[in-house]
């Protein structure tokens, strides 16, 4: 009697549908969770009671001012942070360059010429960041920190501790701020170059492997030091433009302005936008849209009138909540794409 | 995308055949259901810490005409700092008085200007009837003072002054000129040596002004004291470890103030804590716990009454009338005032614990049976 293999057949899995095409290239982009995210997060309060408030343009200006400065620091700070880096100081370059600005134009610079030296100080400050970091050893936490606290009270020196009036005016004033969507301008210039250096330059790819993996990136003959010492110093350009850029919009250069808190959103919108922390991958496109969320639920809040003693357990509740919204739609996606 | 890296996250593999198809079922709809009551409870809590919209017009107050509901709103630079709660308490109180929904109370917790201003825009945006700030800074809410006023809504500056804008009425204390009386006052006590001035946010304009009226009153009375000033930050739990750090560092001080209320309370927390007590003169502004305890058990030699509850109840009072009237009611300027608490007036303050000044009891407090002759009046000639 031949013994019999019983018959374990299954159906055959279905076949996977082919996985071209835009609507699938589209579902491949890791920025799209957070698209999603930041549109419900939008739909929320659009349709919620203050919506017909909302949904008006001076309304958006507002958005815009929250989320701008935010992700052009994020610009700076996602790239880092794929390197495996961090920069602590990013808030405190932010209010600093511009009093760097105001000490060239008070010793008779003209307006240009101060502009052009406040921002090489700017790289000045990302080149020691990386400079420290790289031929030291010194982990980028301490470094920039150091940096941040030294900034700020450079920054108080710097300001005499008084608020100053920018002196900017004219169509350079309205290309630095005082035209209403400029600094808008700036965050998307500034993220689409980064994501275009990110995902199709050289540089990208040295600088996800030298976040990724150091040690092989050095083996393979990567300049992992000088990836990091240009990214240190983009991002410090970065802030100071920032800086400058959102207080001529203001109409004010402000000692208090920036600070930790600052670089503290620019680096929660990198990651919450899908930038590891602990490097080796990331998106800038992804942090504009987590600036872009941030600051929809905190403008968002404050137009419905949530008093401050409260506003903080809200945005607390609502990031949360966007986040596990985010990282449902993420393994959605996955499952959908395997 | 195919050159590009980043997009790469979920290359082409053929599926592989997973586990027993009901449970991976099973375990998704539980986690949709997990996620999506999640979510559900999350809009609840949401929605639970939102403040009500604005409901239907009330009933007429008193004898005055029938109003809507106005909903005003206050924005400050320090809005968790204690100071600002009798203010809260005053313009809570004021808008029950008139019948209307409590004022919103938002800005920035640290002296943010850039924060401040989105706060004023947003509230433009969301329509309020009117807007109470204090002017921390020179050129920043002059444009959005033209935007509100062009939206008929009335600004009213309280707590904090300063020239070139545009706000209808100032209700406050004259910041430099307080700051020149306490540098008088300290000037019959210190004649020469070193002093400690506490300052929580240096060159913003609600105490800067104090500070330059106080150097500026030395300057003229007792030159021989040396200004020393300590940056104590705008929280208040970081302000006792400055002042502390400073004085360790200048032991042979005659004198320990502050120009704000949280340093202040520092001040007389660190002097009960260490002893010093009559070793060193001290004084400062404002009515938190600490520094009114001080001021009774001869820690500090004065503290300064700008009335922080008038600057909420004031500004509530008048943004209604001017509404009710049609701008007929002009919001008038007005000094919250200017008095020195010394261990000779602390009682009612110390033992009522009202509400008024930040506590917590809502009682009536007894009139005294006489009261004290004030400071003998002056007018401008």
């Known amino acids: 009697m031949a013994q019999q293999t019983p018959q374990l057949t299954r159906s055959a899995p279905p076949a996977p549908a082919a996985r071209t095409g835009f609507g699938k290239g589209l579902l491949r982009r890791r920025e799209l969770s957070i698209v999603l995210v930041a549109i419900a997060a939008f739909a929320y309060f659009s349709l919620g009671s203050y919506g017909s408030a909302f949904n008006t343009t001076n309304n958006y200006h507002i958005i815009m001012q929250y989320f701008a400065p935010w992700a052009i620091i994020a610009a700076g700070e996602s790239m880092l942070l794929i390197c495996g880096e961090i920069d602590l100081s990013a808030g405190f370059t932010f209010s600093f360059i511009p009093f760097v600005f105001m000490s060239f134009y008070n010793q008779g610079l003209d307006v240009p010429l101060s502009l052009v030296l406040a921002v090489l100080v700017a790289m000045g400050i990302g080149l020691v960041n990386g400079v420290i970091r790289t031929v030291f050893n010194l982990a980028s936490f301490i470094t920039t920190l150091g940096m941040g606290f030294f900034l700020e009270g450079m920054t108080y020196i710097q300001s005499g501790a008084e608020p100053a009036q920018p002196p900017i005016t004219g169509t350079l004033g309205d290309l630095l701020g005082d035209w209403r969507w400029s600094e808008l301008g700036w965050a998307l210039i500034i993220v689409a170059v980064m994501q275009a250096a990110l995902s199709y330059t050289k540089y990208g790819v040295y600088a996800q492997a030298a976040g990724g993996n150091p040690l092989s990136a050095a083996e393979s003959g990567i300049k992992v030091n000088r990836v990091k010492v240009a990214t240190f110093t983009l991002t410090s350009l970065f802030a100071g433009l920032a800086g400058l850029v959102d207080q001529v919009r203001v109409g004010s250069f402000d000692p208090t302005s920036g600070g930790s808190d600052m670089m503290f959103m620019s680096v929660a919108a990198a990651v919450i936008g899908g930038t590891a922390l602990l490097g080796g991958s990331g998106t800038v496109i992804g942090a504009l849209f987590g600036a872009i969320l941030l600051a929809i639920i905190k403008e968002g809040f404050t137009l419905s009138g949530v008093s401050a003693y409260a506003f903080d357990v809200v945005i607390g509740i609502a990031v949360v909540a966007a986040m596990l919204l985010n990282v449902y739609i993420s393994s959605l996606r996955g499952r959908y794409l395997r | ?381």
């Not at chain 2, 029950?96 to 924060?115: C, D, K, M, Q």
Request: proline share 6%; hydrophobic share 40%.
């Open chain 2, 1 to 381: 995308m195919s050159g590009s890296i980043a997009g790469q996250e979920f290359p082409s593999a053929p599926a592989t055949a997973g586990p027993e198809g009901g449970s991976l079922e099973r375990r998704s709809v539980l986690r949709a259901l997990g996620l999506g009551g999640g979510a559900a409870l999350a809009a609840t809590a949401l929605a639970a810490c939102g403040s009500s919209r604005n409901s239907s017009s009330t009933g007429s107050i008193g004898d005055f005409p029938k109003t809507s509901a106005w909903k005003f709103a206050f924005i400050n630079h320090v809005t968790t700092n204690s100071f600002f709660a009798p203010t809260q308490s005053g313009m809570k109180d004021a808008a029950s008085l008139l019948g209307l929904p409590a004022p919103t109370w938002t800005g920035s917790e640290n002296g943010v200007v850039s924060e401040m201003v989105s706060a004023f825009e947003t509230a433009i945006s969301a329509n309020v009837a009117g807007i109470a700030i204090p002017l921390t800074d020179s050129n920043a809410f002059i444009a959005p003072t033209k935007a509100a006023l062009a939206a008929g809504i009335p600004v009213i500056a309280y707590n904090a002054n300063a020239s070139g804008n545009y706000a209808l009425a100032y209700v406050g204390q004259d910041l430099y000129q307080s700051g020149y009386q306490m540098g008088l006052k300290i000037a019959t006590e210190v004649t020469s040596g070193d002093i400690l001035v506490g300052i929580s946010q240096p060159g913003s304009l609600n105490v800067q002004p104090r500070l330059d009226g106080l150097k500026a009153a030395l300057a003229a009375k007792a030159p021989g004291v040396t200004v020393h000033t300590v940056d104590t930050g705008a929280a208040q739990a970081g302000e006792l470890s400055a002042m502390e750090s400073a004085y360790q560092g200048l032991k042979a001080a005659k004198g320990i103030y502050a120009v704000d209320a949280g340093s202040t309370a520092s001040i007389a927390e660190m002097i009960s804590k260490y002893g010093i007590k009559g070793q060193v003169h001290a004084g400062g502004y404002d009515l938190l716990a600490d520094s009114i305890t001080g001021v009774s058990s001869g820690a500090l030699d004065f503290t300064i009454d700008q009335s922080a509850y008038l600057q909420g109840f004031l500004p509530v009072l008048y943004m209604f009338m001017y509404r009710m009237t049609g701008t007929l009611v002009f919001p008038p300027a007005t000094d919250t005032g200017l008095t020195f608490v010394t261990s000779e007036n602390v009682s009612p303050y110390a033992s009522s614990k009202s509400w008024i000044e930040g506590g917590a009891t809502k009682a009536l407090v007894p009139m005294p049976g006489s009261i004290g002759l004030p400071a003998p009046s002056t007018v401008q000639s």
